[in-house]
């Protein structure tokens, strides 16, 4: 089945379309720290990046309608992206992409048989601001057979620099089950860490910092 003829992703853009409007929130920025660092370890895009990702695809994954929203845990993502002397990268893309909260990707080639959810975009697209700030409203991520729960992620900064990885919650209990993260030296791991945090709606927020190469 072709990606952008795929019925499931043309019903999506369909609710795109229909004056779905996605909520309006906030995210406090990542602190900022001065000082060299060491580049954010990059990881496998996996088979699961959109095949045709949308154009207008923007920082909300999360879509209402008639009171309901996308099925999951609600998680504020707040990024922050800099080189290895410590410097934002302003005007860097930030694409984010991840299974639903049933673990199943928007793929057409992903035969987990859990269900799509109609209201949850599975891809979005941050700028970084002058401070090299992102950010992004989306579901905490769950496992799927085989995974830890994570996020993909695709920086490509002005310059054309650009790093694949993925974002892991710190204390997951599947982490040290997992194959692509095991690989990783055990610095690299804790790079790729985020600490998850309760929110008072309920939700979960959490901050990521990358660094890119070179
Ligand atoms: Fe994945």
Partial sequence: MSGPRDPRLVARRRLL???LVPLGFAVPPVAAQSGPRTPTPSQTRGPFYPPDPPRDAGEDLVLERDGKRARGELLRLAGRVVDTS????????VELWQCNADGRYHHPR???????????????????GADGGWRF?????????GRTP?????????DGRSLTTQLYVRGEPGNARDGLLSRLAPDARERLMADFVRVADGGWQAAFEVVLPG
């Fill in 17 to 19: 379309g229909a004056g």
């Fill in 110 to 128: 992903d035969d987990n048989p859990a269900p799509i959810d109609p209201l949850f975009l599975a891809y979005g697209r941050s700028t970084s």
């Fill in 86 to 93: 410590g410097r934002p990268l302003p005007g860097t893309r």
């Fill in 150 to 158: 994570h996020l993909h992620l695709l920086l490509t900064a002005p």
């Fill in 137 to 145: 409203r989306t579901v905490r991520p769950v496992p799927y057979p």
